[in-house]
């Protein structure tokens, strides 16, 4: 690989003697050096990505389906206000007339700049409200779920979790104080967690009970209220 080496003497400071030493390449050696230092370079970049992006606290905060998270702003709001009625598209939460209790739903629905659809549907009840907000993929499949739901008796429960082959699988699970929001032990007479303290799954976009209406957009649709 080495054509010729040439070796030059010099004085440096204090004294010293400095050999510095000229390494003469063939041209396709010099053109094989810089592809290694090229791919090893490519290599260095794609390992820091990889760490940056597995550690990242965004990255991480990316993934997680909360109903802490809010709806932003341009979400656009449905509603089903009782049995006999159907689903409508309305200008805002206070747009939306009051809702039956045990049989009306409101639900916000928006999509993330990387095209993930979320929406967060709502159900009052008698003595009870219940939270859901769900997250898509880009394909429109459930990939996650929060669930939480306020009883009158100052308590509630949440769970959130992942969906896997139709199937919800729990990461988190607690009873709640509603005074506070710390979590408290089960109360007795709940007798372990019913059915209805769990959430309720739409494995996919299409399945949303107001799914026709997402395809009306917000400038031509004549009925919003």
């Known amino acids: 690989m080495v054509t010729k080496a040439r070796f030059l003497d010099t004085a440096g400071g204090a004294g010293v003697a400095t050999r510095v030493v000229f390494i003469s390449l063939r041209p396709h050696d010099k053109i094989r050096l810089m592809k290694t230092i090229r791919l090893r370079n490519a290599i260095l970049a794609s390992v820091l990505l990889v760490l940056a992006i597995g550690f990242s606290p965004i990255a991480i905060a990316a993934q997680v389906c909360s109903l802490k998270v809010k709806?932003?702003?341009?979400?656009?709001?449905?509603?089903?206000?009782?049995?006999?009625?159907?689903?409508?598209?309305?200008?805002?939460?206070?747009?939306?007339?009051?809702?039956?209790?045990?049989?009306?739903?409101?639900?916000?629905?928006?999509?993330?700049?990387?095209?993930?659809?979320?929406?967060?549907?709502v159900e009052p009840g008698q003595d009870f409200k219940i939270a859901t907000r769900y997250c898509f993929d880009e394909g429109g499949q459930l990939e996650s779920v929060s669930f939480e739901i306020r009883t009158a008796l100052g308590w509630g429960h949440r769970e959130e979790g992942t969906?896997?082959?139709?199937?919800?699988?729990?990461?988190?699970?607690?009873?709640?104080?509603?005074?506070?929001?710390?979590?408290?032990?089960?109360?007795?007479?709940?007798?372990?967690?019913?059915?209805?303290?769990?959430?309720?799954?739409?494995?996919?976009?299409?399945?949303?009970p107001f799914a026709g209406l997402l395809e009306t957009s917000m400038a031509s649709n004549r009925r919003l209220k």
């Open 71 to 121: 709806a932003p702003t341009k979400a656009r709001t449905f509603a089903k206000t009782s049995n006999q009625s159907e689903w409508q598209e309305y200008q805002s939460l206070d747009a939306i007339p009051e809702l039956s209790l045990a049989s009306g739903m409101s639900a916000q629905f928006w999509q993330h700049k990387h095209g993930t659809p979320s929406v967060t549907i």
């Open 163 to 208: 969906v896997l082959g139709g199937v919800f699988n729990e990461s988190s699970s607690e009873f709640f104080r509603l005074k506070d929001g710390k979590a408290t032990p089960q109360p007795d007479f709940v007798g372990g967690v019913p059915r209805s303290l769990k959430p309720r799954l739409y494995l996919s976009v299409s399945e949303l």
